[in-house]
């Protein structure tokens, strides 16, 4: 997505060859035109997919998400991230670990909001090891719903996480993929 | 709102003369077509304050608060919840302690993304105590900037949140008042 790219390659910053830094439009001010721009793009690449719900994990997929979900006119849902494990028969919950943060999470959903009719499609800001895609798919998939699609903002394909998810048969669709933060410059794969 | 209203009639759950759940169409699962109607009832009543920037804080202020970003074409910022304090010189923190969830927070922003030039709008979902948006507020205030408004998808008026507000002078618009919740019945202040 030109749009992305460019304003990655203005205004991201690389912090060092793994992180690259992009709070002033992504992750902590947020521009919701380049948002509602993504979610016009993901909702005419998954819009064949007949998906019922977009689901996104707290908190910064949630404006990527709510955008694409009014474009395609289904429900989004909050996955939440708590630290801690609860015991309650109304939730489903699967536990990973960001290397990112370096915390375990139990990402979390109420019972309420997911049924084995469900064709969901995953929407998240990152992807780099995988872990939230996996607990998210995990999460889904326990229940016998499908996940017709992942969609990520930004995809550092120098980390593991988009090679897992392609082996494991997903239709993965990045709008940015980043080959490299090597010598203070980012490379895109086009 | 009428349409907020008859949702919330027809959605929310009573778990208490204290609490209603949401989580259906606003907090956990979120209705994005209503968000976006939430998003131009914003920024019909507050167009004219001149706002630079639409602050919320993670997680469930998100939804709404991007879509009265996008109307009103001005950048969101999430303030951040952290749970603990962070000695760093590139942030503003100001903690508060949220009754609802018998936590202390210290809510965070990059210096970044505020100005003592910035005229703030507020949004998020809840209002009750009103110790969260008395954060957000010091946290605005202290840099020399100004909060022009203070938007509320659903205000609890039996909360102390509202008259603490309203005794300090800002301008707070709620688009559904909640009188009371007793009687296993939702009755609104029109």
């Given at each position: 997505m030109k749009l992305l790219e460019d304003m990655i390659l203005q205004k991201g910053k690389i912090i060092n060859e793994d992180v690259l830094k992009v709070d002033n439009f992504i992750n902590h001010q947020v521009d919701s035109k380049?948002?509602?721009?993504?979610g016009v793009e993901f909702s005419n690449y998954f819009k064949k997919d007949k998906i019922t719900k977009i689901f996104t994990i707290e908190s910064s997929g949630i404006a990527p998400a709510v955008m694409t979900s009014y474009e395609l006119n289904v429900p989004m849902v909050i996955l939440k991230k708590q630290t801690s494990a609860i015991l309650n028969d109304?939730?489903?919950q699967v536990n990973y670990k960001s290397f990112t943060k370096n915390t375990t999470y139990n990402l979390t959903i109420s019972k309420d909001y997911i049924s084995q009719d469900d064709s969901i499609l995953i929407i998240d800001d990152f992807l780099a090891n995988g872990e939230a895609a996996k607990a998210s798919i995990k999460l889904i998939e326990?229940?016998?719903?499908k996940v017709v699609g992942i969609g990520i903002v930004i995809e550092k394909t120098f980390q593991p996480g988009r090679k897992i998810l392609d082996e494991l048969g997903y239709n993965v669709y990045s709008l940015?993929?980043?080959k490299s933060l090597k010598n203070n410059k980012i490379e895109f794969i086009n």
């Open positions: 380049l948002m509602k721009e993504i109304d939730i489903y326990n229940v016998g719903a940015a993929r980043i």
